[in-house]
């Protein structure tokens, strides 16, 4: 029977274009939205800081998710030449378009590309790395600016003074400075129970490399107790270090001493 033949042979055809469409199909719906909705690039409302030499993840997504494997991913930085921080195109990183600071630091999450995250790994972050970052997706059309902020952290070191001031004085000078920091820190002085001293103002010095040395003095008393604390702080990276200096009984003796021989010498 011809006939018979004929739906015989156009059913292997007939199925292998179903095959072909409901791929493509399948195909336009990871990659396009869907009716009635429009995606957009999401990222963080607030600043994402950073401690230089940590790593980190600057959050973007797309929503609603989509598979973003098979987009082209662009996380770039405005204020660069070339511009480009990272680039992913047909499911490999364009290396050789980046700025070259940032070679070999630089990674999205191939697992979660097809969830529509399309955060970036950026991994040993520098000084220099902060900025504001543009995640795009060109075939969508949106973005999002995700903005970084490195801060720098030191040590502190705290110096018990003695000038000619104290020896009129029943005082101590103390000194507290801290070098490499940014941004640029605040110092405070607290007694023994936390409360804040009056100290005279922070002397602050920016260095070639940018960062920030502070120093700071304050004159403190018997009465105040015999413990003291440093505290240097970033108000926009939420960075805090502190150092305690406990001056022994021994000290205030030799003040009270020598204020004793001052006075004594006045009434000669």
């Known amino acids: ?58 959050p973007c997504q797309i929503e609603p998710a989509v598979d973003a494997s098979v987009m082209t991913v662009e996380w770039t930085r405005p204020d660069l030449n070339p511009r480009f921080v990272h680039v992913w ?34 991994s040993k972050v520098r000084l220099s790395d902060s900025g504001k970052y543009r995640c795009f997706i060109p075939t969508l059309g949106r973005e999002s600016t995700v903005e970084l902020v490195v801060g720098v952290v030191s040590s502190i070191v705290i110096s018990l003074e003695r000038t000619e001031k104290d020896e009129v004085s029943s005082g101590l000078v ?36 940018d960062l920030y040395t502070v120093s700071s003095r304050v004159t403190v008393e018997k009465r105040h107790s015999n413990s003291f604390t440093c505290r240097v702080q970033q108000n926009s990276t939420n960075q805090i270090r502190e150092t305690l200096i406990h001056v022994p009984g021994s000290e205030w003796l030799l003040v009270n001493f020598s204020l004793f021989l001052f006075v004594s010498t006045e009434n000669l």
């Open 174 to 209: 103390l000194q507290c400075e801290s070098r490499g920091w940014y941004p640029e820190p605040e110092v405070f002085w607290l007694d023994g129970e936390g409360n804040l001293l009056s100290a005279g103002p922070t002397e602050t010095v920016r260095g070639p490399d």
């Open 89 to 122: 195109r047909d499911g490999v990183e364009l290396e050789n378009k980046k700025h070259p600071s940032y070679n070999g630091r630089t990674s999205v999450f191939v697992n979660k590309l097809r969830c529509g995250d399309i955060s970036l790994n950026l």
């Open 1 to 58: 029977m011809p006939h018979l033949k004929e739906g015989l042979a156009f059913k292997p055809l007939l199925s292998y274009f179903s095959a072909v469409v409901f791929h493509t199909v399948v195909f336009l719906h990871l990659t396009q939205p869907c009716a009635g909705q429009s995606q957009v690039v999401v990222g963080p409302s607030q600043p994402i800081v950073v401690t230089a030499g940590d790593d980190i993840i600057l």
